[in-house]
């Protein structure tokens, strides 16, 4: 249990007490300096502790957000502060190195008028000040301030601010003002009774998954009711997250788990509605996996440009960007044409209900294409006029890359590779496939691939576009794989081709998780395991040449569960590793919603 050690005199008619018993901390008062030292040093330093000064008033959410946000080792608020585990020892110095600077150290001096304060000041290291906005939290000097600040505490509607703030600050058209102004208050209903945010993530992949059953039955009925469900699970997705900023219950696991089911419900649902085709005699498992590919390589530019950080702040594209910020219905439009995952839902949802799964998949291929290459070409040109990437980015993108033992038994390039490298072999393997299909002229493309994707990550990829690298890899792999199942020609090669896909993408998505989440990346040993990326697409090239149709579907299906065995099974021991040995809880806002 979190300990608040409250300093001071007790002030009548104060609630602070029973505010801090009710977010769950033991109560334990302090009258001196020396006092709050000998109890701080009491608490175990595996648990959360507080110094709150007795005159603090303010507002129940401002104490929330201030001293129980899992997010940060050490937060503070006017009047108060607090420290988790890894914050404690810096604390402990602060509060020595008041007490010692206030003659408070050996005695029992009883000088603790603003000590929560004083401390803070005294702190060496980075502290969290939440924005509180509207709500109060002040220490008053005397009962007139004390009177005043309960009157401004009186006149501000505390609920209101709470619900707001349960709310992303930037969001998605559609999410915006079609989801969060019911979906805030669901996410409310959750917290008082108790449910988790996780819990509320796993509703949301089962009602994914009935939605996707329900697809799969290939009746019109099937595919309405997969509409409604899916924007069902889509509500209960928002409120998720909002659950956890209402009651501030972040984790490292639940915004894994966050993340990782949108993917897992996206590609479901996907498969559901070519299940369902595929029972109305239509084939549309080609632009299931084209669909995931699209996206899958959508995300992996806005993973790659975040972490390289080139684009200029003062080009024509920021300064044209700039200037439709300034007016207001452009950036809704701009939010929406980039089909984040609230419109491309919405979009999913009603071509479902209402025409077929190859209407519905081509309506979205063609709505993610121009996406793509809009927000491509803007990013881009930022990068022509940004600067060089710096050490630290450029070794995230060669994680993002997911280069294999071939690449690392291969010498780099002594030249400069890569974009350039990674587009010509990106070009080669993919074009072959297209042109000759399953064939030794393929084979020797994928190794021309592997030969450019040494020479592309040879160097530090600190070049202005060399954050393109790790989606050009994606389109090539992923791409190779599409074309080479679809010439098979018989039936599961494409079914067992998006489950390859599917697992190698879920792969590349937990790097990206791991990188965001400063938890470091998957082990080259995994990495190795499975492959890389260049060792994948040689593989999946030679297969389909020496293999006879059937016998390269079955290889697929094997490669496929096997990714998705040693991938998962390494995944689920890492998270659950992370989460139980407390590492520090975040809250990725990921994808607009």
């Known amino acids: ?25 033991d109560v334990r008062p302090a009258a001196g300096a020396a006092e709050a030292e000998r109890l701080l040093a009491g608490v175990p330093g595996e648990e959360r502790v507080a110094l709150v000064d007795t005159r603090f008033v303010g507002h129940l959410h401002a104490l929330r957000l201030g001293l129980t946000d899992p997010r940060f080792p050490l937060s503070a608020i006017p009047g108060a502060v607090t420290a988790q585990r890894s914050g404690r020892q ?61 009157q401004a505490v009186a006149a501000v509607d505390e609920e209101a601010v709470r619900l707001r703030s349960a709310v992303k600050a930037r969001d998605g058209f559609f999410t915006t003002f079609c989801v969060s102004p019911y979906s805030r208050y669901l996410a409310r209903w959750c917290a008082r009774r108790g449910l988790t945010p996780n819990q509320v993530t796993t509703a949301s992949l089962l009602t994914a998954l009935i939605a996707a059953g329900c697809a799969a039955t290939g009746t019109r009925a099937g595919f309405v009711a997969a509409g409604v469900l899916l924007l069902g699970s889509f509500v209960l997705d928002c409120a998720d997250g909002q659950l956890a900023r209402y009651s501030l219950r972040y984790s490292t696991l639940g915004a894994w788990l966050d ?42 530019v806005d993973f790659s440009f975040a972490e390289a950080r080139t684009g200029a702040a003062d080009g024509p594209a920021a300064a044209l960007s700039g200037r439709l910020d300034r007016v207001g219905w452009t950036v809704w439009v701009r939010r929406m044409i980039v089909l984040p995952i609230g419109e491309r839902w919405a979009l999913i949802a009603v071509l479902t209900a209402a025409t077929t799964p190859r209407v519905t998949f081509w309506v979205l291929l063609a709505g993610c294409a121009f996406a793509a290459a809009y927000t491509t070409a803007g990013r881009v040109l930022r990068s022509l006029r ?33 974009v350039a490298a990674a587009a010509l072999g990106a070009v080669l393997v993919t074009g072959s496939a297209l042109v000759w299909g399953a064939g030794w002229q393929t084979v020797l493309a994928a190794v021309a691939y592997v030969i450019c994707s040494a020479a592309a990550v040879g160097r530090p990829l600190t070049g202005r576009l060399d954050w393109l690298v790790p989606p050009l890899f994606r389109a090539a792999e992923y791409g190779t794989v599409l ?111």
């Open 386 to 418: 940004g600067g060089r990437v710096e050490d630290e980015a450029a070794r995230a993108l060669a994680d993002l890359a997911d280069s294999g033992p071939i690449c690392e038994l291969l010498p780099g390039s002594r030249a400069r590779g890569g």
């Open 483 to 593: 074309v080479l199942a679809a010439d098979a020609e018989v039936n599961g090669a494409l079914p067992a081709a998006y489950g390859l896909v599917s697992a190698v993408a879920y792969h590349h998505y937990d790097t990206v998780y791991r990188i965001r989440g400063d938890a470091g990346v998957p082990p080259r040993l995994l990495v190795r395991a499975i492959g890389g990326h260049e060792g994948r697409t040689l593989a999946v090239a030679v297969l389909a040449a020496v293999l006879t149709a059937s016998g390269f579907t079955v290889a697929l299906t094997v490669l496929a569960v096997a990714v998705a065995l040693v991938v998962l099974a390494e995944s689920i021991r890492f998270w659950v590793a992370a989460h139980q040995g407390g590492a520090p809880a975040v809250h990725d806002e990921g994808e607009p919603a």
């Open 90 to 150: 810096a604390l402990t110095r602060a509060m020595a190195r008041e007490n010692s600077a206030s003659g408070q150290g050996a005695g029992n001096g009883t000088l603790v008028a603003g000590l929560p304060d004083r401390v803070t000041a005294a702190l060496d290291t980075e502290v969290h000040r939440p924005e509180l906005g509207s709500l109060v939290a002040a220490v008053p000097a005397d009962p007139q301030a004390r009177n005043e600040a309960r």
């Open 1 to 25: 249990m979190p300990t608040a050690i409250v300093t001071g005199p007790p002030v009548p008619g104060s609630s602070l007490e029973g505010d801090l018993r009710s977010l769950g901390f």
């Open 259 to 300: 993340a990782t089911f949108d993917r897992a419900k996206e590609y479901a649902f996907y498969a559901g509605l070519a299940l369902g085709a595929a029972r109305t005699g239509d084939d549309v498992w080609a632009l299931a996996l084209g669909a995931i590919i699209l996206q899958s390589c959508r995300h992996v």
